[in-house]
C-alpha cells in the first residue's frame, strides 16, 4: 500500500510539470518600458523591457506600452492595434531611418502619446503611416528628419487625427498627407508646425481616391516653403479654422482640384499671402503684413 501511494505522488508530481506552460507565454495586456530595463524581461511593470520593439511582442493586439521613467526606448514597427502612451520624456532617437511604421491591419487602430522623436537630421520620417484603420498622434514633439515629421502615406482607407503636437526643423516638411490608395479623412488639432521645409503637404499624387483635412486651432510658422499646399487632381478639400499662418515663404495653396477654405484665422508676414483661385475664405480672416497680401475668393464669390 505504502509504494502505490509514492507511485501514485510521484505520476502527481510529474503530471503537474509536464503541463502545457504556452501561460507562461500568454501576451500582456499592458507592457512596460524603462530606461535601466532589459528585453529579455516579461516587460511587467515590476521587470520592464528596455525598448519599445522588445515590448511590442509581448503586448497583446489592442494592448498598451507605458514607460516607467524617461528613456530612449528605439525604433519601432507596428502591425497590430496598439497604443504607446508615455506621460515621462520618451524618446525616439534614430538616424538614417523612419522613427516609427505604422504597418497595421486594415481594422487597426494604433495611437501614439507623449512621445519625443529625434531624427538628428539623418532620420528619414519620424512618423510613418502605412497601413491600419486609424491613427492618433498626441502631446509628441518630432525634429529633425530629412523627410515629414509625419508621412501619412496609407494603402487603405484611413483617419488620423494629430493633437498638441509639435513638428519642426523637418527638411522636407512638417506633415505629408499623401494617401496611396482609398479616402483619407485627417485632423490637425491645438499643434505648432514650424520651421520645416512645406508645413502641411496635402497631395494628391500618391493615387488615392480623395481627402477631407481640417487643421483648427494650430500655429503654422516660419517654414521655408508653404504653410499649407494642397496639391491634387482629385477632391482633396481642406479646411482652417482659428489658425496662425505666419512667416511661411507662401501661407496657403491650393493647386490642381484642391480647395482650401480658411476662416477665423491671421495671416501674416508671409512672403505672398496665398497663392491659387481655390483658396477661398469665409470672409473672418485677418490678412495683412504679407508681401504680397493677395486677395481670397470669399464663399458666394468676390473677392476679400
Not at 66 to 80: E, R
Not at 128 to 144: N, R, T
Not at 163 to 171: F, I, S
Not at 187 to 200: E, F, H, T, V
Request: with cysteine; glycine share 14%; charged share 10%.
Amino acid at each position: 500500500m505504502r509504494k502505490t501511494s509514492l507511485l501514485l505522488s510521484v505520476c502527481g508530481l510529474l503530471a503537474v510539470v509536464s503541463l502545457p506552460t504556452s501561460s507562461a507565454h500568454a501576451q500582456a495586456t499592458r507592457t512596460w518600458v524603462s530606461g535601466v530595463g532589459d528585453d529579455v524581461n516579461p516587460c511587467s511593470r515590476t521587470a520592464p523591457c528596455k525598448t519599445s520593439a522588445g515590448a511590442i511582442s509581448k503586448t497583446a493586439a489592442s494592448g498598451e506600452i507605458n514607460c516607467i521613467d524617461p528613456g530612449g526606448f528605439g525604433a519601432l514597427t507596428i502591425s497590430k492595434a496598439i497604443t504607446v502612451s508615455c506621460s515621462v520624456e520618451a524618446g525616439v532617437l534614430v538616424s538614417g531611418t523612419n522613427g516609427i511604421v505604422v504597418a497595421a491591419g486594415v481594422n487597426d487602430v494604433v495611437v501614439l502619446k507623449g512621445l519625443d522623436f529625434v531624427g538628428v537630421n539623418t532620420g528619414l520620417s519620424g512618423i510613418k503611416f502605412q497601413s491600419g484603420a486609424a491613427l492618433h498622434v498626441e502631446d509628441c514633439i518630432i525634429s529633425g528628419f530629412t523627410g515629414f515629421g509625419i508621412a501619412i502615406v496609407p494603402t487603405n482607407a484611413a483617419t488620423v487625427s494629430v493633437v498638441r503636437t509639435t513638428t519642426v526643423n523637418n527638411t522636407a516638411g512638417g506633415i505629408q498627407i499623401r494617401p496611396v490608395s482609398g479616402f483619407t479623412s485627417a485632423s490637425i488639432d491645438k499643434s505648432n508646425i514650424m520651421r520645416n521645409g512645406i508645413g502641411i503637404s496635402v497631395d494628391g499624387a500618391g493615387g488615392d481616391s480623395g481627402m477631407a483635412v481640417s487643421i483648427r486651432d494650430t500655429m503654422i510658422s516660419g517654414n521655408t516653403n508653404s504653410g499649407v499646399n494642397s496639391s491634387s487632381s482629385v477632391a482633396a478639400n481642406t479646411t482652417i479654422m482659428n489658425a496662425t499662418i505666419s512667416n511661411n515663404l507662401t501661407g496657403l495653396v491650393a493647386a490642381g482640384s484642391s480647395e482650401v477654405r480658411v476662416g477665423s484665422s491671421v495671416i501674416t508676414g508671409n512672403s505672398t499671402a496665398a497663392s491659387g483661385a481655390n483658396v477661398i475664405s469665409y470672409v473672418t480672416n485677418e490678412l495683412n503684413g504679407n508681401g504680397v497680401d493677395t486677395h481670397l475668393t470669399p464663399v458666394g464669390g468676390g473677392l476679400q
